[in-house]
Antibody, heavy 122, light 108 residues
Framework: QVRLVQSGAEVKKPGASVTVSCKGS????????INWVRQATGQRLEWMGW????????VYAQKFQGRVTMTRDTSISMAYMELRSLKSEDTAVYYC???????????????WGQGTLVTVSS | QSVLTQPPSVSAAPGQKVTISCSGS????????VSWYQHLPGTAPKLLIY???KRPSGIPDRFSASKSGTSATLDITGLQTGDEADYYC?????????FGGGTKLTVL
């Protein structure tokens, strides 16, 4: 069964950085893009960007450019999302999710990781 | 504020049918495929519909969807209390991806 398992909850101070990890299993990790999506309390799902685990190429949402970096370690089927200069508004549940292998305009997201709560508080 | 517009909430009684709309433009829905996601509180979102109207295995046929022009709709028939959740449409943009604002379904 294809699965994405994320790292545990984090508490950070404003201005700090956080790295969330996401381990893929039961599929060829390098064959599917990994996306990161977040949801602040009471807010909508917000797409942050995607990464091609084979090439390392990334596309980031404009809102997060300059503050987010998505990387991977293919030897252990792990994807990482680092968000820097944290603000209280970054308090959210962060999800990794696998994209389908179809052309981008046909793309869909499945499965999703279980989510990682990142709390930013002084 | 998302470029994909969904009603904030819909409601219906058990057994009834509800329709959730997702309105976009030619730069998103109009030229790309739409997928739908169900998000139950405290759980990860789940894929309900992909490529406008296809159901993944395991998704009951009570859930159906369609797309016309720059809008898409999700229909849920035979409503059950377990269907209470937030529902999101999503589609590709030239520079990535976007989700709708989400619709909270209440089963009365």
């Amino acid at each position: 069964q294809v699965r994405l398992v994320q790292s545990g909850a984090e508490v950070k101070k404003p201005g700090a950085s956080v790295t969330v990890s996401c381990k893929g299993s039961e599929y060829t990790f390098t064959s599917y893009d990994i996306n990161w999506v977040r949801q602040a309390t009471g807010q909508r799902l917000e797409w942050m960007g995607w990464m091609n685990p084979n090439s390392g190429d990334t596309v980031y949402a404009q809102k997060f450019q300059g503050r987010v970096t998505m990387t991977r370690d293919t030897s252990i089927s792990m994807a990482y999302m680092e968000l820097r200069s944290l603000k209280s508004e970054d308090t959210a549940v962060y999800y990794c999710v696998r994209a389908s292998r179809s052309e981008i305009r046909r793309r869909w997201f499945d499965p999703w990781g279980q989510g990682t709560l990142v709390t930013v508080s002084s | 504020q998302s470029v994909l517009t969904q009603p904030p909430s819909v409601s219906a009684a058990p057994g009834q049918k509800v329709t959730i709309s997702c309105s976009g433009s030619s730069s998103n829905i109009g030229n790309n495929y739409v997928s739908w996601y169900q998000h139950l509180p405290g759980t990860a979102p789940k894929l309900l519909i992909y490529e406008n109207n296809k159901r993944p295995s395991g998704i009951p046929d009570r859930f159906s969807a369609s797309k016309s022009g720059t809008s898409a709709t999700l229909d849920i028939t035979g409503l059950q209390t377990g269907d209470e959740a937030d529902y999101y449409c999503g589609t590709c943009l030239s520079a990535g991806w976007v989700f709708g604002g989400g619709t909270k379904l209440t089963v009365l």
